[in-house]
């Protein structure tokens, strides 16, 4: 029974492996959270820049950008650090030819920065460019945090990185609608196709929102409950949304609504910011806990005495239906090991039940990757081509993009094989 | 650049590693399908040998007993070799948490055999008791199996691991019929529940089979057809299944079919193991394959000339649509590593859209395990208990058992949580 043993053990040191690793990440995620905030922070800066607000507050927000381009130089500069610190050893990562895909996508957007900037100082470049640009970006750090979430070996700390996640991409939807609506009132005038999309921004924040409050700790869900009680920026937020999402097109729309907008929708962005500083503590808090745990339970089976004893039999001796009737196998039974083996095994069970149960929350992104994978394969495109045609179909046809989705899979075997 | 590139670098070290375990667990699972072979066959000759099958071939049959006894040991003994030649530091493996507990579980069960067999020459044990022990000692094997199946990276080799899993399943099956068969007949009387039990098997098999034919490449199916082809052997077993499941319960049965049953279906057993050996080479081939692509992938990418290359912007600037719009950059863009990493998130992309799929055939077996863990975890139950109940409830409701599952996952709310 010792050969049991020695595997049961090599399965907690696997395991508590895995929990280091996901502290690790959780330090990334961390780091990747301020970074993404201050990105949109520059993009919601720069829209207001190339709009030029009406005229309105231009250089108080100008200096506002210049400071946020610094603040976003000093984070670049530690994310990069993290990257470059992190060890690339085959093994020493679980998913590593994902993660360290999807960082080599983040490094190029990164070293594309300085010129987007130029470009965005020379007035060179559309706001609706400039913000697909600084989305793109951000796009590619939420999917190094997404990889993370997907990853998790533990129900517990899944759940948080679950709930992470979706409070960052719905805050990224956010910052988004911020823009959005920076444009519709910088440009002055109402436009159906942008109010559609403004809705559609609203929807898939709600959508996230909804996900994070399912699997949130208590502490940041009440957080943000707080934050979406009615006060002065909620109100302001809401009236502005019904001006600019019901206008007639064609309309004009009030210019000077531009900053007030700007200005209570970045105060929202903040106390956004504030509850996933608070998150990213709790995840890494919960991945000292396990770990502590984890080494807890690896030295109580290395204590355990039956690990020098030598037993001739064991319990799988079992009835009709399947259960041990270890008590009829006489005195040299070695009891605790097999119970070690049963509770393990029961344990793992529940755990990836739970597990599974967790991940389906992130099934609705993976259900667009998969259909978006399907048709770059199927249809020789690139990831933003066939991200484009997914949203372009759900647009025409009225119908929500995992719908879209959802079809393209189930229609499968209809599409042309590649080549 | 460089930076992206040595994460592009790292990415492909990481799937050379995680393709060099998958190649180990490979080798593992051919030995694993001659053990799960080699007890199979000792289960059907024990219980001949327990029924004494009417009195008909009883000393042929112990002989053979004796030789598939001895023949079970030596494999077993290479079982335990290539565990214990397993490194099993952690990191090492991708899975290591799950699938060492697997092995300790299998471990344990090993350990026990010779008990086992000493109960059975003292015709100790009842003959449904002792088949209870050898499928719980499969089960685990298979269990081992399905980890790899579950945590193979690369689709191809995924597709051949869930046709080679499912066909390991329905094989069980088999075998598991072939013992009710044997027990029918030795019993020389119809029995109403051992009858619905055989048709579940049946059925069962059928099932797996199915998924091993939409799964399995062309040559090991081919051979399946012709193995299933009407011949003598098809015929025999097709005749005694319908003697043996529709004879009235209560009715006597031909004791002497016993042994025609037993080897006509030991032909059909011996048949299959063929196909599974052949889908184990085409596995250690497709290893060997895909390493060798993905080393010279590797080098490649290590001897591309823009990896000394410092470039100062890269392809994201996109316009609306989020389509990179490189051509602008002008002429200081390094082109070769935007393209490899836009290829590289593409194949990834395409590569998990496909393994998706593949894994959503080891969906059934997994949610029955979700709900098995559901309710280990809700009402403090064994594995073996929670499995009883789940195979209870499906036969008295007359339902499959994945059916009764997803009521389960889908009733999780109304479970009482645990303690």
Chains 1, 2 share one sequence.
Not at 106 to 113: G, H, I, S, T
């Amino acid at each position: 029974m010792k050969s049991a043993l020695h595997f049961l053990v090599a399965a907690r040191q696997c395991e508590i492996a895995e929990l280091e690793q996901l502290q690790r990440t959780s330090a990334l995620v961390e780091r990747l959270s301020q970074f993404i905030h201050a990105l949109q922070k520059e993009r919601g800066l720069s829209n207001v820049f190339l709009y030029n607000a009406g005229g309105h507050g231009d250089a108080r927000h100008g200096d506002a950008r210049q400071a946020q381009m610094a603040e976003c130089d000093a984070i670049a500069e530690a994310v990069r650090e993290s990257f470059f610190g992190m060890d690339t050893t085959a093994g020493h990562w679980g998913h590593g030819a994902r993660l360290f895909s999807r960082i080599a996508y983040v490094l190029q957007e990164l070293d594309a920065l300085p010129a987007l900037r130029a470009r965005i100082d020379a007035r060179d470049l559309s706001p609706e460019a400039a913000t697909a640009a600084f989305i793109q970006l951000v796009a590619g750090l939420l999917a190094v945090v997404f990889e993370a979430a997907d990853s998790a070996p533990d129900p517990g700390i899944s759940r948080l990185l679950v709930a992470m996640f979706n409070f960052m991409q719905g805050k990224e939807f956010a910052g988004q609608e911020r823009a959005t609506g920076v444009a519709a009132f910088g440009a002055g005038i109402s436009d159906a196709q942008r109010q559609q999309h403004w809705l559609h921004l609203i929807a898939s924040q709600e959508r996230c929102l909804q996900v994070f409050a399912e699997f949130s700790p208590p502490l940041p869900l009440a957080l943000w409950r707080e934050a979406c009680a009615a006060d002065a920026t909620v109100a302001v937020i809401e009236r502005l949304r019904r001006v600019g999402c019901t206008a007639a097109p064609g309309m004009p729309l009030d210019g000077d609504m531009a900053m007030p907008w700007f200005d209570s929708y970045t105060l929202r962005m903040d106390a956004m910011q504030a509850i996933e500083a608070l998150l990213a503590t709790e995840l890494q808090q919960q991945c000292a806990r396990r770990i502590t745990e984890a080494r807890a339970a690896l030295q109580a089976l290395q204590a355990e005495p039956s690990q020098a004893a030598m037993p001739q039999a064991s319990g799988f001796l079992a009835d009709g239906d399947g259960q041990a009737h270890s008590a009829r196998l006489g005195p040299q039974l070695d009891r605790s090991v097999i119970e070690l083996v049963q509770d393990q095994s029961q344990r793992l069970l529940a755990m990836q039940a739970e597990l599974e149960t967790v991940r389906a929350a992130l099934g609705e992104r993976k259900t667009v990757e998969r259909a978006k994978g399907l048709l770059m394969a199927r249809r020789q495109l690139g990831e933003g081509e066939a991200h484009k045609l997914l949203r372009q179909t759900a647009m025409n046809q009225n119908r929500r993009l995992i719908d879209v989705a959802e079809a393209v899979l189930a229609m499968a075997d209809l599409l042309p094989p590649a080549g």
